[in-house]
């Protein structure tokens, strides 16, 4: 079956409660290895802190509309959508504000489903959008699991991996019985491996036994060139594709896509 079309973009959440897991480098490098592909992606910039947006080169002067603006109603989120240096790549940027949006939320109506209203008229210009989720389950997380079909989890191959994806995979189910019932667990992608580390095929063997093959097979090693991309303002693909992290994130990307089309046909 063909990919998803110009009529329905396919909305996809970057989201895990833990910090410090590649999830807004995997955010930020699958969308432009999606781009590379002619797909129309938008990245959608919902953590306070702005990483996606500074990771793509977008300086804090282009941000003055913003998913802060969108998810109180001041603005359209056409209106937040800027382009990046990437063809085919947009994004929707953050903005300090955010930090205090989930407060002001809280006296909204239908404050869960404030994100899934606003880009109800901007799928159709979109192959796939990415929404990066704050490092924490609250409301703006909660915005994006109401507003996503799937939800992509990075998770670092670390000791506590499990402990921590198991309670998100918890919110997802009640997200999906209150809210999203066609919410789904798009897939697991194991992060920051160290190939010199028992641990971390330890651990990759364990998240490899519990949720099967709901993993990825990719795995995006631990890698200086991709930890260093952020501070030129370019996603790693741009900054060396030539280094192990980038040519991971592109078989990856593949490997997303390829799943896409089978969980379609």
Known sequence: MAEPSRKSARVIAVANQKGGVGKTTTAINLATAMAATKKSVLIIDLDPQGNASTGLGVDRGAREVNSYHVMIGEAALADAVIETAIPRLHLVPSGVDLSGAEIELVT????????????????????????????????????????????????????????????????????????NPGLELQGIILTMFDKRNNLSDQVAADVRDYFGDKVYKTVIPRNVRVSEAPSHG?????????????EAYIHLASEVLKRERELRA
Not at 121 to 133: E, K, N, Q, R
Not at 234 to 246: I, N, R
């Open 108 to 179: 909204f109506e239908r404050r869960e489903h404030r994100l899934a209203e606003a880009l109800a008229g901007t799928l159709s210009a979109y192959d796939y959008v990415l929404i990066d989720c704050p490092p924490s389950l609250n409301l703006l997380t909660l915005n994006a699991l109401v507003a996503a079909q799937a939800v992509m989890v990075p998770l670092q191959c670390e000791f506590f991996a499990l402990e921590g994806v198991s309670h998100l995979i918890k919110t997802i189910e009640r997200v999906r019985q209150a809210f």
């Open 234 to 246: 370019k996603p790693v693909l741009l900054y060396d594709m030539k280094c192990s992290g980038a």
